[in-house]
């Protein structure tokens, strides 16, 4: 695990003294962020995968040496080595530079050596991270600033996670607490969406989820500020503990917020909310009330614009005016309530929903976004572990759907042989056994049978939102859905895959 391996309470050097830089696993969403960024500094890039692909080969023309394969021989002349947690210690590189005694560091310790002399806006929470970064940072463009970013999903806007920003602006980073990798930021502007139990396996309980979540504030800079909600729970404990230790705090809620947070309501493919400021936020003075309105789905979707314009308004002290301008044009991020396009009678959305509290999100979401539609929501679990301590949860927030396709469990780092008896059954037989109305459940016996089965339960010529869901291979799902369902329409039938906005889903 990460917190065996790295220390994320040292302290990183700058960017400048790490030398040339090589990274394994370059191809992988998250690093190749994260190497395009140092690319752009100026840094030596180096780096290798274990399969070709586009994202390797823009690199290399961006000017990063880039490797198909694994082997010592590709660490050259690096003096430093930056990997994914998802990277065996076996793997030769790795293995080659520790025995070397090189530099190695976490991705997040690779993004911290690039905050150095730059405000650094960290997003950390179980739910929403994604959503609230991307808002973020299109409030910080809106308001005249030329913010780095790291996120965990591409921007709708120009299809990137990751930019550099200009010199000396806010850098903001999309936190991860799921291996303990967010406490290596030390941020000026900290943002803790919730703290809901997720990653049991890495940390056993919630106890020490909150644990984690306490040390995390503690990471804040001197005279930096916590941004969190009322509403939740493990946010409002975090909020009062942090207020008690010194740290300056600026809440969101329903009551007793400093942005006291009513009226919200998701129609459609929009959601609003009144924000009320009852104390000052940077240039906004107390008393100021304003109406947000959002061109995306979802009630959560209003609580993670308020975080956003907290950052910049209580945070870096811009104009409220511009940073609500950027939220209310916000265009969306990849996989989050993502519109993949419509034929028909049929329109596919596909969300990354992979915990229980977001895939309720989603389905409410949905059925707000459906209006009068039918709502079909297949669904693939990610994780043994999580589908096994969540079952209940999901099953509650399933059961807003009136059509749910369960997938087999996506594994991802565990295996099934180790949780005997845990399958998307168990989500089924959940779901059936609730009290009143339930959805019809069908089951799909691999995600190569997804589509087809879509295609039956789409068949009757309703008009259809359908909702794929899930971390793992069920995003390929909806287009092959859309394709089978052109193969068997009438010639003159034209699809419209990928047109219109995605809406926002953490």
């Known amino acids: 695990m990460s917190r065996d391996r790295f220390d994320f309470s040292a302290p990183v050097p700058p960017v400048e003294e790490l030398g040339a830089v090589h990274f394994i696993a370059l191809g992988g969403s998250g690093v190749s962020g994260v190497a395009r960024m140092f690319l752009d500094h100026g840094v030596t890039v180096s780096g290798s995968d274990q399969q070709d692909s586009p994202t390797l080969r823009s690199l290399e023309q961006a000017g990063a040496q880039v490797h198909v394969g694994h082997d010592a021989a590709h660490l ?47 997003v950390a929470g179980a739910n929403g991270k994604t959503t609230t970064s991307a808002m973020t940072t299109a409030a910080l463009q809106a308001a005249g600033v030329d913010p780095g970013y790291v996120i965990g999903a591409p921007l709708a806007s120009n299809g990137r996670s990751a930019e550099l920003g200009a010199p000396g602006a806010p850098l903001v980073v999309e936190a991860d607490e799921s291996d303990g990798s967010f406490l290596t930021y030390r941020p000026q502007v900290a943002v803790v969406t919730n703290v809901q139990p997720d990653h049991l396996d890495f940390y056993g309980d919630v106890a020490a989820v909150e644990a984690a979540y306490r040390d995390f504030v503690a990471t804040i800079a001197d005279g930096g500020l916590l941004i969190t909600s009322l509403d939740d729970p493990g946010a409002a404990r975090l909020a ?39 104390t000052a936020a940077g240039p906004v003075a107390p008393g100021t009330t304003l109406r947000l309105r959002l061109p995306v789905p979802g009630e959560h979707s209003v609580h993670d614009a308020v975080a956003a314009l907290l950052v910049a308004t209580a945070g870096l002290g811009l104009p409220l005016d511009r ?18 396009g419509s034929l028909g009678p049929v329109e596919v959305v596909d969300d990354y929903a992979h915990n229980a509290p977001k895939v309720a999100a989603a389905v409410r979401a949905a059925r707000s976004a459906a209006g009068g539609r039918r709502l079909v929501v297949a669904f693939q679990p990610h994780l043994f572990s999580r589908t096994r301590d969540f079952a209940d949860g999901f099953a509650e927030g399933l059961a807003g759907a009136d059509v ?61 939102l359908v909702v794929t869901i899930g971390a793992g291979d069920v995003t390929r799902v909806g287009r092959e859905l859309l394709t089978l369902l052109q193969d068997d329409a009438d010639a003159g039938t034209q699809a419209h895959v990928g047109a219109g906005s995605p809406g926002v889903v953490p």
Request: charged fraction near 20%.
């Open 240 to 278: 009062q503990d942090a207020a008690a230790g010194g740290t300056r705090v600026v809440t969101w809620g329903a009551h007793g917020a400093d942005v006291q947070l009513d009226e919200v309501v998701s129609d459609g493919l929009t959601s609003a909310g009144t924000l009320t400021f009852r």
């Open 323 to 340: 940073a609500v301008a950027g939220l209310e044009s916000f265009a969306g991020a990849h996989r989050r309530f993502e519109r993949v």
């Open 76 to 122: 050259g002349g690096a003096g430093t080595v930056v990997v994914s947690g998802a990277v065996r210690e076996d793997n030769p590189e790795l293995a080659a530079a520790r025995a070397a005694g090189l530099r190695v560091l976490h991705r997040s310790q690779g993004i911290a050596a690039l905050l150095h002399g730059r405000p650094a806006v960290a």
């Open 404 to 464: 749910v396709l369960l997938l087999p469990v996506y594994p991802a780092r565990e295996r099934a042989e180790d949780f005997p008896g845990i399958t998307s059954d168990l989500l089924g037989d959940r779901l059936v056994a609730r009290d009143g109305d339930v959805p019809a459940v069908h089951t799909a016996g691999s995600v190569d049978e997804a589509a087809p089965a879509l295609r039956d339960l789409v068949a009757e010529g309703q008009d259809t």
